[in-house]
T-cell receptor, first 114, second 114 residues
Framework: AQSVSQHNHHVILSEAASLELGCNYS??????LFWYVQYPGQHLQLLLK??????LVKGIKGFEAEFIKSKFSFNLRKPSVQWSDTAEYFC????????????FGKGTMLLVSP | DGGITQSPKYLFRKEGQNVTLSCEQN?????MYWYRQDPGQGLRLIYY???????QKGDIAEGYSVSREKKESFPLTVTSAQKNPTAFYLC?????????????FGPGTRLTVL
Protein backbone atom coordinates (compact mmCIF):
# COMPACT_ATOMS: atom_id res chain seq x y z
CA ALA A 1 0.00 0.00 0.00
CA GLN A 2 1.13 3.51 -0.69
CA SER A 3 1.70 6.15 1.99
CA VAL A 4 2.29 9.90 1.98
CA SER A 5 4.38 12.00 4.32
CA GLN A 6 4.12 15.76 4.60
CA HIS A 7 7.10 17.23 6.41
CA ASN A 8 5.57 20.18 8.17
CA HIS A 9 2.31 20.28 10.09
CA HIS A 10 2.32 24.07 10.45
CA VAL A 11 4.08 26.77 8.45
CA ILE A 12 3.95 30.50 9.16
CA LEU A 13 5.13 32.97 6.54
CA SER A 14 4.93 36.67 5.90
CA GLU A 15 3.37 37.95 2.71
CA ALA A 16 5.73 37.89 -0.30
CA ALA A 17 7.85 35.10 1.22
CA SER A 18 8.53 32.03 -0.89
CA LEU A 19 6.81 28.75 -0.06
CA GLU A 20 7.89 25.16 -0.36
CA LEU A 21 5.84 22.37 1.23
CA GLY A 22 7.38 18.95 1.28
CA CYS A 23 5.64 15.75 0.23
CA ASN A 24 7.17 12.28 -0.03
CA TYR A 25 5.40 9.09 -0.93
CA SER A 26 6.25 5.45 -0.64
CA UNK A 27 5.30 3.17 -3.50
CA UNK A 28 7.57 1.38 -5.92
CA UNK A 29 5.41 1.63 -9.02
CA UNK A 30 4.08 4.40 -11.21
CA UNK A 31 1.92 6.92 -9.41
CA UNK A 32 -0.39 9.87 -9.92
CA LEU A 33 0.22 12.79 -7.56
CA PHE A 34 -2.08 15.54 -6.36
CA TRP A 35 -2.09 18.63 -4.18
CA TYR A 36 -5.42 19.67 -2.69
CA VAL A 37 -6.15 22.85 -0.73
CA GLN A 38 -8.79 23.59 1.88
CA TYR A 39 -9.36 27.32 2.43
CA PRO A 40 -11.10 28.28 5.67
CA GLY A 41 -14.78 27.43 5.40
CA GLN A 42 -14.49 26.15 1.83
CA HIS A 43 -14.57 22.81 0.03
CA LEU A 44 -11.41 20.85 -0.48
CA GLN A 45 -10.31 21.62 -4.04
CA LEU A 46 -7.61 20.49 -6.44
CA LEU A 47 -4.55 22.72 -6.79
CA LEU A 48 -2.64 20.65 -9.31
CA LYS A 49 -1.97 17.08 -10.41
CA UNK A 50 0.74 15.04 -12.08
CA UNK A 51 0.03 12.00 -14.25
CA UNK A 52 2.96 11.81 -16.66
CA UNK A 53 5.21 13.93 -18.84
CA UNK A 54 6.82 17.18 -17.68
CA UNK A 55 7.67 16.70 -13.99
CA LEU A 56 7.11 20.40 -13.33
CA VAL A 57 3.40 20.93 -12.99
CA LYS A 58 1.69 24.29 -12.80
CA GLY A 59 -1.60 24.72 -10.98
CA ILE A 60 -4.04 27.41 -10.03
CA LYS A 61 -3.18 30.63 -8.19
CA GLY A 62 0.51 30.56 -9.11
CA PHE A 63 1.32 27.24 -7.45
CA GLU A 64 3.60 24.65 -8.98
CA ALA A 65 5.01 21.30 -7.96
CA GLU A 66 7.94 19.23 -9.13
CA PHE A 67 7.90 15.45 -9.29
CA ILE A 68 11.35 14.00 -8.54
CA LYS A 69 11.03 10.28 -9.07
CA SER A 70 14.41 9.40 -7.60
CA LYS A 71 13.46 11.12 -4.35
CA PHE A 72 9.80 9.97 -4.31
CA SER A 73 8.92 13.62 -3.80
CA PHE A 74 6.30 16.05 -5.06
CA ASN A 75 6.98 19.35 -3.33
CA LEU A 76 4.64 22.30 -3.69
CA ARG A 77 6.07 25.75 -4.36
CA LYS A 78 4.98 29.32 -4.77
CA PRO A 79 7.45 32.19 -5.28
CA SER A 80 5.50 34.81 -3.34
CA VAL A 81 2.63 33.97 -0.99
CA GLN A 82 -0.35 36.16 -0.24
CA TRP A 83 -2.54 36.41 2.84
CA SER A 84 -5.27 34.64 0.82
CA ASP A 85 -3.07 31.53 0.58
CA THR A 86 -3.78 30.81 4.24
CA ALA A 87 -5.22 27.30 4.11
CA GLU A 88 -4.53 23.65 4.77
CA TYR A 89 -2.69 21.80 2.00
CA PHE A 90 -2.87 18.07 1.38
CA CYS A 91 -0.66 15.93 -0.80
CA UNK A 92 -2.21 12.73 -2.20
CA UNK A 93 -1.12 9.77 -4.31
CA UNK A 94 -2.64 6.80 -6.09
CA UNK A 95 -1.32 4.02 -8.25
CA UNK A 96 -1.34 4.82 -11.93
CA UNK A 97 -2.40 1.34 -13.06
CA UNK A 98 -5.75 -0.25 -12.46
CA UNK A 99 -8.20 1.28 -10.02
CA UNK A 100 -6.66 2.85 -6.97
CA UNK A 101 -8.06 5.07 -4.27
CA UNK A 102 -6.25 8.20 -3.13
CA UNK A 103 -4.01 8.17 -0.08
CA PHE A 104 -3.68 11.55 1.59
CA GLY A 105 -0.94 13.01 3.73
CA LYS A 106 -1.78 14.51 7.10
CA GLY A 107 -1.82 18.04 5.77
CA THR A 108 0.16 21.24 6.29
CA MET A 109 -1.54 24.28 7.76
CA LEU A 110 -0.13 27.44 6.17
CA LEU A 111 -0.68 30.78 7.87
CA VAL A 112 0.35 33.87 5.94
CA SER A 113 0.58 37.04 7.98
CA PRO A 114 -0.11 40.35 6.21
CA ASP B 1 -24.81 23.95 -10.83
CA GLY B 2 -22.97 20.64 -10.78
CA GLY B 3 -21.54 19.52 -7.50
CA ILE B 4 -21.77 17.52 -4.34
CA THR B 5 -24.13 18.33 -1.52
CA GLN B 6 -23.87 17.09 2.02
CA SER B 7 -26.46 17.69 4.65
CA PRO B 8 -26.71 18.80 7.30
CA LYS B 9 -23.64 20.98 7.86
CA TYR B 10 -23.69 20.34 11.61
CA LEU B 11 -25.17 17.30 13.31
CA PHE B 12 -25.48 16.48 16.99
CA ARG B 13 -26.37 13.06 18.35
CA LYS B 14 -26.42 11.32 21.67
CA GLU B 15 -24.01 8.51 22.33
CA GLY B 16 -25.43 5.13 21.36
CA GLN B 17 -27.57 6.43 18.49
CA ASN B 18 -26.98 5.61 14.85
CA VAL B 19 -26.88 8.57 12.50
CA THR B 20 -26.97 8.79 8.71
CA LEU B 21 -25.09 11.46 6.75
CA SER B 22 -26.31 12.20 3.28
CA CYS B 23 -24.24 12.78 0.15
CA GLU B 24 -25.68 13.57 -3.27
CA GLN B 25 -23.85 14.37 -6.50
CA ASN B 26 -25.11 15.53 -9.89
CA UNK B 27 -21.78 15.21 -11.70
CA UNK B 28 -22.72 11.85 -13.22
CA UNK B 29 -19.69 10.32 -11.53
CA UNK B 30 -19.49 6.56 -11.10
CA UNK B 31 -17.27 6.56 -8.01
CA MET B 32 -18.06 8.01 -4.61
CA TYR B 33 -16.09 8.13 -1.37
CA TRP B 34 -16.43 8.89 2.31
CA TYR B 35 -13.56 10.30 4.33
CA ARG B 36 -13.13 11.28 7.90
CA GLN B 37 -11.00 14.33 8.70
CA ASP B 38 -9.54 14.81 12.18
CA PRO B 39 -7.06 17.56 13.17
CA GLY B 40 -3.53 16.49 12.31
CA GLN B 41 -4.71 13.22 10.73
CA GLY B 42 -5.46 14.29 7.19
CA LEU B 43 -8.22 12.49 5.32
CA ARG B 44 -8.78 8.81 6.02
CA LEU B 45 -10.90 6.70 3.71
CA ILE B 46 -13.94 5.05 5.30
CA TYR B 47 -15.76 3.47 2.35
CA TYR B 48 -15.83 3.85 -1.38
CA UNK B 49 -18.03 2.75 -4.23
CA UNK B 50 -16.91 2.38 -7.82
CA UNK B 51 -20.37 1.68 -9.18
CA UNK B 52 -24.00 1.39 -8.12
CA UNK B 53 -24.81 -1.54 -5.81
CA UNK B 54 -21.15 -2.12 -5.02
CA UNK B 55 -18.89 -0.70 -2.31
CA GLN B 56 -15.64 -1.56 -0.53
CA LYS B 57 -14.20 -0.88 2.89
CA GLY B 58 -11.51 1.75 3.18
CA ASP B 59 -8.85 2.05 5.86
CA ILE B 60 -11.16 2.80 8.80
CA ALA B 61 -14.51 1.13 8.01
CA GLU B 62 -15.21 -0.29 11.46
CA GLY B 63 -18.34 1.21 12.99
CA TYR B 64 -19.61 2.59 9.68
CA SER B 65 -21.94 1.32 6.96
CA VAL B 66 -22.94 2.58 3.52
CA SER B 67 -25.31 1.85 0.67
CA ARG B 68 -25.21 2.73 -3.02
CA GLU B 69 -28.65 2.12 -4.46
CA LYS B 70 -28.53 5.10 -6.81
CA LYS B 71 -25.66 6.60 -8.77
CA GLU B 72 -26.29 10.03 -7.29
CA SER B 73 -26.42 9.04 -3.64
CA PHE B 74 -23.99 7.46 -1.16
CA PRO B 75 -25.27 7.78 2.42
CA LEU B 76 -23.01 6.95 5.36
CA THR B 77 -24.35 5.56 8.63
CA VAL B 78 -22.27 6.10 11.73
CA THR B 79 -23.27 3.31 14.08
CA SER B 80 -23.05 3.09 17.84
CA ALA B 81 -20.13 0.70 17.36
CA GLN B 82 -17.90 3.55 16.16
CA LYS B 83 -15.78 4.40 19.19
CA ASN B 84 -14.88 8.00 18.29
CA PRO B 85 -17.59 9.26 15.95
CA THR B 86 -17.11 12.99 16.56
CA ALA B 87 -15.35 14.24 13.43
CA PHE B 88 -15.66 16.13 10.16
CA TYR B 89 -16.98 13.86 7.38
CA LEU B 90 -16.25 14.54 3.72
CA CYS B 91 -17.91 12.97 0.73
CA UNK B 92 -16.26 12.97 -2.70
CA UNK B 93 -16.89 11.67 -6.18
CA UNK B 94 -14.84 11.01 -9.30
CA UNK B 95 -15.18 9.55 -12.77
CA UNK B 96 -13.72 6.39 -11.30
CA UNK B 97 -10.80 5.62 -13.54
CA UNK B 98 -7.38 5.64 -11.99
CA UNK B 99 -5.96 7.73 -14.81
CA UNK B 100 -8.23 10.66 -14.12
CA UNK B 101 -9.14 10.15 -10.53
CA UNK B 102 -9.51 13.80 -9.60
CA UNK B 103 -11.92 13.75 -6.74
CA UNK B 104 -14.46 16.50 -6.16
CA PHE B 105 -15.45 17.17 -2.58
CA GLY B 106 -18.59 18.22 -0.81
CA PRO B 107 -18.71 20.86 1.94
CA GLY B 108 -18.64 18.28 4.72
CA THR B 109 -20.74 17.45 7.76
CA ARG B 110 -19.41 18.07 11.26
CA LEU B 111 -20.79 15.37 13.54
CA THR B 112 -20.68 15.83 17.30
CA VAL B 113 -21.70 12.97 19.54
CA LEU B 114 -22.55 14.04 23.06
Amino acid sequence: AQSVSQHNHHVILSEAASLELGCNYSYGGTVNLFWYVQYPGQHLQLLLKYFSGDPLVKGIKGFEAEFIKSKFSFNLRKPSVQWSDTAEYFCAVNRASGYSTLTFGKGTMLLVSP
Amino acid sequence: DGGITQSPKYLFRKEGQNVTLSCEQNLNHDAMYWYRQDPGQGLRLIYYSQIVNDFQKGDIAEGYSVSREKKESFPLTVTSAQKNPTAFYLCASSTGTSRDNEQFFGPGTRLTVL
